[in-house]
């Protein structure tokens, strides 16, 4: 449990997430290395490195769903339960069998749910549709029942909260840390409207209705600038096509932050999936950081999502699924400035004094320190 320092070991697993995940490594890893814990972050990469405090101890690369289990899971338990650490904390749904392995050799552990996974499988589009919702109802037994066997649970949002035990469930969302906050008020706009698109790029996170959005807007002085890794073909030939899409790939976080803030509105069109529909924004990134810089968010009109911007003042809704409706949302705040500074600054404000990694770190901080005295 302690090392030759005398500092105790925690230790993250992951097989679905990349090594520098923002929520693993960026925020939960290094502020528990920073508080004194001894951290490392086993997950599937081609070496073991050090970075910023944080080991990163590497293990095969799954080449497909049936080697991952196969393989990566058992090298995952095998490599865990090496480091003989005080307390594990698992990310990934598929790895409750293995938090289960080390339950059952007297660990603590932390299952951490970053997504409605059971709202997930019923939307998948790889399983046959009627098995879909027979899956989905066995996954919401199957995660509640064994949850109960672990020291802790984290949740990333309030809806997904409402599924696990209260008394062992704490809610740690993922805003950036006040550092990102921007200092200032935005300043007046200069030159074409900036839309800022960030993160997976894909049809169900309202990608191409955006870009079908463009031809009708009236006014055309508008950049669409799209941050994130550009994996499927038909998207890339889309976005040739326009002069006005910008693409920057996937960038590192100081970058990412520069070029967020020179942006004028957030997009955020999750389409109406079944995976979006409880869908609260309580545990988006890319939410909190638009807000973070003062800029405004035009977002999907989902429920949940809506009631939690509307508390804030800091977006406008939209029909996400109609291009028409989402280009006179554009127009409309790109014809009223004022507006777009006054939402920009209720998200920038509300970032500063509630929503900030501070805050979560604190929380954080103390559910480990009640897992590690537990016994």
């Given amino acids: 449990m302690l090392n030759q320092r005398g500092k105790a070991t925690v230790c993250h697993l992951s097989s679905a997430h990349n090594w520098y995940d923002e929520r ?19 997950v599937p990469r081609d070496r073991s490195v050090e970075v910023d405090g944080v080991r990163i101890v590497a293990v095969p690369q799954a080449r497909g769903r049936l080697h991952r289990f196969l393989v990566t899971h058992p090298c995952l338990l095998r490599a865990a339960l090496r480091e003989h650490a005080l307390v594990y904390h698992f990310h990934d749904p598929e790895l409750i069998l293995v938090g289960l392995c080390l339950r059952v050799f007297g660990n603590r552990v932390i299952y951490d749910v970053h997504e409605d996974y059971e709202q997930i499988l019923s939307g998948a589009v790889w399983m046959p549709r009627p098995i879909r919702r027979l899956i989905s109802i066995f996954w919401r037994f199957f995660e509640c029942i064994t949850a109960r066997a672990f020291n802790a ?8 909260r409402e599924k696990f035990p209260p008394g062992k469930t704490e809610m740690i969302t993922n805003p950036p840390p006040l550092a990102f906050v921007r200092d200032k008020p935005k300043l007046e706009r200069s030159g074409p409207l900036k839309l800022i698109y960030l993160g997976a790029i894909a049809e169900r996170r309202g990608v191409l209705k955006i870009i079908e959005a463009l031809p009708f807007l009236t006014n055309g002085d508008v950049e669409l600038h799209v941050i994130g890794a550009v994996n499927d073909v038909r998207l890339q030939s889309l976005f040739s096509r326009d002069p006005r899409i910008i693409c920057h790939g996937r960038l590192p976080w100081n970058e990412t932050r520069a070029t967020i803030a020179k942006g004028d509105v957030g997009l955020m069109l999750f389409q109406p999936t079944p995976a979006h529909m409880s869908f609260t924004g309580e545990g988006n990134t890319k939410l909190f950081e638009f807000m973070a810089l003062g ?7 989902l429920p949940r999502l809506r009631a939690f911007i509307d508390s804030i003042g800091a977006g406008l809704a939209v029909d996400a699924t109609n291009p028409r409706e989402i280009a006179a949302a554009i127009d409309y705040l790109h014809e009223n400035p004022e507006l777009c500074h006054r939402l920009g600054e209720n998200g920038r404000q509300a970032v500063r004094e509630r929503f900030h990694w501070e805050k979560e770190e604190a929380k954080l901080l103390a559910l480990y320190s009640r897992v590690a005295g537990s016994r």
Avoid at 153 to 160: F, G, L, N
């Fill in 24 to 42: 693993i490594f960026q925020k939960q890893a290094k502020s528990l290395a920073q508080a004194g814990y001894r951290v490392c972050f086993i």
């Fill in 295 to 301: 800029i405004p968010v035009l977002f999907s009109n």
């Fill in 153 to 160: 649970i984290i949740v990333v949002d309030s809806q997904i």
